[in-house]
C-alpha cells in the first residue's frame, strides 16, 4: 500500500496521505512521496489547483513520533 496516492481528476492533482492506521503521521518516506508528487503536480501545465487530503478520519496527526525517536537514538 502507497503512503502518498496521487491523482488527477478534471485538472485537478488530488493527493492523499494514506496512513490512517497511524493517523496520517508524516514519516521520512512520506515527506520524501509528498515531494515528488508535489513536483510533478507543479510540473503539469494543465493542472487548475492541487488538494492534499487525509485517507480516514484525520487529515495528518504531524509527524510520527516513533520515526522521530529511532532517529535520535542513530544520532546520539
Request: hydrophobic share 40%.
Amino acid at each position: 500500500m502507497s503512503e502518498i496516492i496521487y491523482q488527477v481528476e478534471n485538472s485537478i492533482a488530488v493527493i492523499t496521505l494514506n496512513r490512517p492506521e497511524k493517523r496520517n503521521a508524516l514519516n521520512e518516506n512520506m515527506v520524501g512521496s509528498l515531494k515528488s508528487a508535489l513536483k510533478e503536480a507543479d510540473a503539469d501545465e494543465n493542472l487548475r489547483a492541487i488538494t492534499i487530503k487525509g485517507e480516514g478520519e484525520d487529515f495528518c496527526s504531524g509527524a510520527d513520533l516513533s520515526a522521530l525517536q529511532k532517529f535520535r537514538k542513530v544520532m546520539f
